[in-house]
């Protein structure tokens, strides 16, 4: 049951990211890129990271997709389009990937890191959330500062001056 | 349960993936996907990292937590500068900005 469903997440995951490279138009990519985060999610509740995966929805397909889509609308998709691509570069990064590709074929050896057993109380939601907010309560502050000056950054970064 | 390297093997496709969409195209908004796909390596790995552990490691769970909510913000800030910069150009091809070259 796992095993399929890992599958599933995977080639989803996969098969989304690489659309979302290679997709002609921008809006059809972040829809793509969007799919592609709900695999990784569906990945990470397969990990018994259930709070991170529902985090990354949240986050990622709530806001940065969204705010990815308001962009390609400003922008304008004439804009988007950018029909040559650098030949040598391309090369290069095929080999770069094909390098990487090898590395997994090692890797993917499944006596090195074999699956854990599945966890009972271990996995429980309370014990993450104790420990997020009784160890890690004064880095999650310091995040908010930095979310709020991020905000503050974006908006003055992105302002129009009317009254020139 | 599926053993920890295939969910490594997916981590290191979708850097390869994200690597490859560096290099290869031009377009602001297109390289941010890629940037967004190398993040997104980077946490299923520290997450199937800290299942190494049973129970599973809580540090590496509240770390992708902090990089999720700071990919977002990258994402904001990365946005708004494509904006401005598709205010100022005509197109936002990273090659053909060369406005701050000495």
Request: charged fraction near 10%.
């Amino acid at each position: 049951m796992t095993d399929l469903l890992f599958l599933a997440f995977a080639a989803v995951t996969i098969g989304a990211a690489i659309l979302a490279i290679e997709a002609r138009d921008l809006v059809y990519g972040a829809a793509a890129l969007g799919i592609a985060f709900l695999g990784v999610a569906g990945l990470f509740f397969l990990l018994d990271a259930a709070y991170v995966g529902w985090f990354q929805i949240a986050v990622y397909i709530g806001a940065v997709v969204v705010l990815i889509l308001f962009t390609v609308m400003l922008v304008g998709p004439k804009k988007g389009e950018t029909p040559l691509e650098l030949k040598r570069v391309s090369l290069l990064a095929a080999m770069l990937v094909s390098l990487l590709l090898g590395m997994t074929g090692a890797l993917a050896n499944a006596t090195a890191f074999p699956g854990p057993d599945a966890c009972g109380s271990g996995c429980d939601l309370a014990l993450f959330s104790t420990s997020l907010l009784k160890n890690y309560g004064v880095p999650l502050e310091f995040m908010s500062l930095v979310m709020a000056a991020a905000v503050i950054g974006a908006l003055a970064l992105s302002k129009t001056d009317r009254g020139q | 349960m599926e053993p920890l390297s295939s969910f490594f093997a997916v981590s290191v496709i979708l850097l390869g993936i994200g690597i490859y969409g560096l290099t290869t195209k031009r377009n602001a908004i297109r390289i941010l996907f890629s940037v967004e796909l190398i993040y997104n390596a980077a946490n299923l790995n520290i997450i199937a990292f800290a299942r190494l552990r049973n129970p599973p490691i809580v540090t590496g769970q509240v770390l992708v937590l902090f990089t999720i909510a700071l990919a977002a913000m990258e994402a904001a800030v990365g946005l708004s500068i494509i904006i401005l910069v598709s205010r100022l150009n005509a197109d936002i091809d990273l090659s053909k900005l060369s406005k701050l070259k000495g």
